[in-house]
């Protein structure tokens, strides 16, 4: 079955300490991207990545990190969490930035 | 600054009822639109796209439309049904020299009551 698989689904951390979502895709999709949802904001980009080894700044990139080592994973990385960083977040996958598949979501709680 | 708006923030309605939701953007270059439905808890699902030179585009009782002149979009659900609650999310793709770009309006909540 075609689908984009995030973990953790729900995670509660404490400020400070780093943690890594994982995304992965099973389409063989050059384009992945993530993002954050908050309410009343919408969905917002914090990465994208054109192909592999290639990646680059969405509008909210500040605290964040991504890697793009294989077509498949684009795993997010927070370094150093902060509460402002609490937020639901989805990693989205597609042959072009347009047609997007989406994941089901991870609801990260920075205590 | 590229932007799209969506009305109304939240609905209501009457299971089997009608209703139509809106989208307007300020997004260029234009590239194409598209509207998301986002159940509680998942992520987003497209529902249809559409380019500059289409109208209309349906899928089953969900049908868009678009008019390039103005910067509008509807989506209008027919004989609506409890599944369809959930937030419908219109996005706008805008051509740049660095591949397309998205712009994404923060949806509007639909709850399908008995």
């Known amino acids: 079955e075609a689908q984009v698989t995030q973990n953790p689904r729900y995670l509660i951390t404490v400020t400070g300490k780093k943690l890594t979502v994982t995304c992965s895709q099973n389409m063989n999709h050059e384009y992945m991207s993530w993002y954050r949802q908050d309410p009343g904001l919408g969905l917002r980009q914090i990465y994208y990545?054109?192909?592999?080894?290639?990646?680059d700044k969405g509008d909210v990139p500040e605290g964040y990190k991504v890697s793009r080592k294989e077509k498949r994973n684009f795993p997010l990385i927070l370094e150093s969490p902060s509460p402002n960083q609490t937020s639901l977040y989805f990693c989205?996958?597609?042959?072009?930035?347009?047609?997007?598949?989406f994941g089901p979501g991870t609801r990260l709680t920075v205590l | 600054k590229n932007q799209v708006e969506q009305s109304p923030q939240s609905l209501i309605i009457l299971e089997g009822k009608n209703c139509t939701l809106q989208c307007n953007y300020t997004v260029s270059p234009f590239s194409n639109l598209r509207w998301y439905k986002q159940d509680t808890g998942r992520g987003p699902v497209s529902l249809t796209i559409m380019t500059f030179s289409e109208n209309t585009k349906s899928n089953g009782r969900y049908t868009a439309t678009l008019d390039a002149d103005t910067k509008q979009s509807s989506l209008h659900i027919t004989a609506s049904q409890l599944s369809d609650s959930a937030s419908y999310i219109c996005v706008v793709s805008a051509t740049t020299g660095g591949g397309n770009k998205l712009t994404f309006g923060t949806g509007t909540q639909l709850k399908v009551e008995l």
């Open positions: 989205a996958s597609s042959l072009t930035a347009d047609t997007q598949y």
């Open positions: 990545s054109m192909n592999v080894e290639v990646t």
